[in-house]
């Protein structure tokens, strides 16, 4: 499966690649193939750009969502654990009040 880095990657790299192409077979004069050159390298670093905002954006979206669920499940384990040790303490309670009742006997 290909995922979306690989796949704008490729995008990116097939675009330049048939930019390149065309600029390099078009009948123009050098002036003018170096101002689009310039101009659409300009445009591919726009996009690029916009699309690391993007990335970003999602990373940094997706990273606090990972840490709010994280926080959240080590919140319940924490009362999983409490629960447990109240209970053991109950326990441990009950067995110390049998152990001097059958001493006491």
């Known amino acids: 499966m290909i995922t979306k880095r690989k796949w704008f990657t490729g995008?990116?790299?097939?675009?330049?690649?048939?930019?390149?192409?065309?600029?390099?077979?078009?009948?123009?004069?050098?002036e003018k193939t170096r101002a689009l050159i310039n101009e659409k390298s300009i445009e591919l670093r726009d996009i690029a750009m916009n699309k690391v905002n993007?990335?970003?954006?999602?990373?940094?979206?997706?990273?606090?969502?990972?840490?709010?669920?994280?926080?959240?499940?080590?919140?319940?384990?924490?009362d999983v654990g409490r629960n447990v040790m109240q209970a053991e303490a109950e326990m441990i309670k009950e067995s110390k009040k049998e152990a001097k009742k059958a001493l006491a006997s």
């Open 11 to 30: 995008f990116i790299i097939g675009g330049a690649i048939g930019a390149a192409v065309a600029l390099l077979t078009a009948s123009r004069s050098g």
């Open 54 to 78: 993007e990335a970003k954006n999602l990373f940094e979206s997706t990273k606090e969502n990972v840490m709010d669920e994280t926080k959240d499940r080590v919140e319940r384990l924490k």
